[in-house]
């Protein structure tokens, strides 16, 4: 199994498409030289991106680059990085990993 990282990244009320588009090519394209796209989605809530880190990825050090580039975008303070190691199941804590603020463990039933 490989580390999967879910993006979730809140978008203002009245966001143009166009823009949702622009920033979620962006943040693929961003991950592309280290991960597989897997899923992606719009909601009112905003952008959720879904990828997997190749095998050998520094997980560690794509989480920081992938939170730097997030909050240049202009994240919000909603926007985090859920992160799930290779060897996590259901019930197991995963890690919320804020763009602006400290990390966060829970655990719940999630993916």
């Known amino acids: ?3 999967s990282l879910y993006v979730h990244y809140p978008l203002a009320e009245g966001t143009a498409a166009a823009e949702e588009e622009r920033l979620a ?3 693929v394209a961003f991950l592309a030289p280290a991960s ?3 899923a992606d989605e ?3 809530a905003g952008l959720y991106l879904a990828f997997e880190l190749a095998a050998g990825e520094d997980a560690e050090g794509w989480l920081r680059r992938l939170r730097d580039f997030l909050a240049r975008l202009g994240a919000g303070s ?3 990085v859920e992160v799930l190691p290779p060897e ?3 019930g197991v804590p995963r890690r919320l990993a804020h ?3 400290p990390d966060r463990w829970v655990a719940d039933e999630g993916h």
Do not use: E, N
């Open 25 to 27: 090519d962006a943040i």
């Open 42 to 44: 719009t909601s009112l």
């Open 88 to 90: 996590w199941q259901p």
């Open 99 to 101: 763009v602006h603020g």
């Open 36 to 38: 597989a796209f897997v």
């Open 78 to 80: 909603g926007a985090y």
């Open 1 to 3: 199994m490989l580390t």
